[in-house]
């Protein structure tokens, strides 16, 4: 919700797998169940703050569009999402899905098998290619890289919460 690390998860899955190999099967578990169980939370948030709680993290126009594909696709339909790459929106999608009483469990079902086929792609992924991939990421250039997405990383988190601050103290001195 507040820090915004892209492919995070996904790197430390093609890192795991290529230097241990034998356990290419674990990784892409783990990663989907840490997923999972940061979804199922997101998902409560989403449920005990409701839809008025939700202009607060997400903007009216992203909301009218969330809530306009929620009521014209299925739980299902929607945990499905999970197997999006970055930069699809995915926090603000599972929250809306709380907050506009999605049933929980097909979608915490749906989203954990999306989850599962992301990762697991991935892991064979890095299991193929893992050997060069560690080469890659000892050059210069994906340090440089690297330090980048890290700097983007504390923009990012750094807006959002300033974002909130914002919209937190406009509604308090409206009311």
């Known amino acids: 919700m507040f820090f915004f690390m892209p492919l995070a998860v996904e790197a430390a899955v093609v890192i795991l797998t290529a230097r241990h190999r034998e356990l290419v099967w674990l990784f892409p578990i783990l ?7 940061g979804a199922a939370l997101t998902f409560t ?13 997400i903007s009216e ?7 306009h594909k929620i ?11 999970g197997v999006l790459p970055p930069p699809f929106p995915l926090a ?16 915490l079902i749906a989203f954990a098998a999306s989850r599962a086929l992301r990762f697991g792609i991935i892991g064979g992924l890095a299991f193929l290619y ?24 504390l923009l990012g988190t750094t807006y959002t919460i300033y974002r909130i601050h914002q919209k937190m103290r406009a509604r308090q001195a409206r009311t």
């Not at 948030?45 to 993290?57: A, N, R």
């Open 130 to 153: 893992g050997r060069w991939i560690l080469r890659f990421m000892e050059s210069t250039a994906f340090k440089t890289v690297v330090v980048l997405f890290f700097v983007a990383a």
């Open 45 to 57: 948030i989403g449920s005990k703050i409701g839809d008025e709680g939700l202009t607060h993290w």
């Open 31 to 37: 990663a989907a169940a840490g997923s999972v169980a």
């Open 92 to 107: 603000p999608l599972i929250l809306a899905c709380g907050a506009f009483n999605v049933r929980k469990t097909p979608f």
């Open 61 to 67: 126009q992203r909301l009218k569009g969330i809530q």
């Open 71 to 81: 009521k014209q696709k299925g739980a299902l339909a929607l945990g499905s999402a």
